[in-house]
């Protein structure tokens, strides 16, 4: 790399000697989240990952894709860049993990206004915690400088994940039957979606998000990048204990999109909304934009990021199984006959 080099590329707006810097500064959080699938290092055409199938009868590739959306606004504003990597990995390993895959590995695309080479590296390494707390690694990525495209102070985030599943041991909501237990699995706040409702209702600027706000005993900006809660962990936990039917990773849509998806045909998932606490983040954000109760329960997870069926005499395990993997989990339902859709009470 020492001699690539291109003034006139520079002059242009982008430095490729930028690119290899961040690079350097990346890679010792990228190794530290190496499984022993990984083959090779950084810097090759492609990621290289030798994937398990010992004891799997017929193994399931599963793949998700997603990005951070516009609460990458409150990181511009807040200059605070080393938790949106973490929001990236989760939208896409909680996707997969509701059919019951282990992700494998992840890649990152980041383009950006202009290349400041430790901005990237904070961003990276918020990516490889994401990856840690998921057990999957970071085998790739690509940093693109688009001056003219971003602005200068700007960037956009998204990313994929591979994971794998044993067909027989799959989940797809097929086995629910009346009677069964929904379980809530507490968010950490707004997570990663419904951040252009946010910034409308609350009045985004950087005056604003540096508004300490004593019922959070933070700042708002300090509030609102959170990062979204990975549910990996727990989930394989839950699943080691007893027998999961179905979940749904509550994210754009809320409850009244993502809760359907996770039924079978002739199944409605009933909700009772007092059973799991609402994080003050949401109550701010209804009262300040005097948004009906139905529409933040079709926006927000609502203090949920993840429901979880189960049968009623397995319910108890699996609440303490999710706890032990330190998460917080409630009985917020149950499974009924009826249209394939969800009731909240």
Known sequence: MSESRSESYKAAGVDVTAGYEAVKLMKPAVESTFTKGVIGSLGGFGGLFRPEFAGMADPILVSGTDGVGTKLKIAFLMDKHDTVGIDCVAMCVNDIACCGAQPMFFLDYIAVGKNHPAKIAAMVTGIAEGCRQAGCALIGGETAEMPGFYPENE????????????????????????????????????????????????????????????????????????????????????????????????????????????????????????????????????????????????????????????????????????EGAGEKAYVIGQCVAGDKGVVLK
């Not at 209702?201 to 005056?207: D, N, P």
């Not at 508004?211 to 727990?234: H, M, N, Q, S």
């Not at 209804?286 to 997870?301: C, L």
């Open 155 to 322: 960037y956009d985030m998204a990313g994929f994940t591979v994971g794998i599943v044993d067909k027989t041991k799959m989940i797809d909501g097929t086995r629910l039957a009346a009677g069964d237990v929904l379980l809530g699995v507490a968010s950490s706040g707004v997570h990663s979606n419904g951040y252009s409702l946010v910034r409308k209702t609350l009045g985004i600027t950087e005056k604003a998000v540096h508004r300490y706000i004593d019922e959070f005993g933070k700042t708002l900006g300090e509030e609102l990048l959170t990062p979204t809660k990975i549910y990996v962990k727990a989930i394989n936990a839950a699943i080691a204990a007893a027998d999961v039917k179905a979940m749904s990773h509550i994210t754009g849509g809320g409850f009244y999109e993502n809760v359907p998806r996770m039924l079978g045909d002739g199944m409605c998932a009933e909700i009772e909304k007092a059973a799991m606490p609402v994080p003050a983040i949401f109550d701010l954000i209804a009262k300040t934009g005097k948004i009906p109760e139905r529409d933040m329960y079709n926006t927000f997870n609502m203090g949920a990021g993840l429901v979880m069926a189960v049968a009623k005499d397995d319910a108890d395990k699996a609440i303490a199984a999710i």
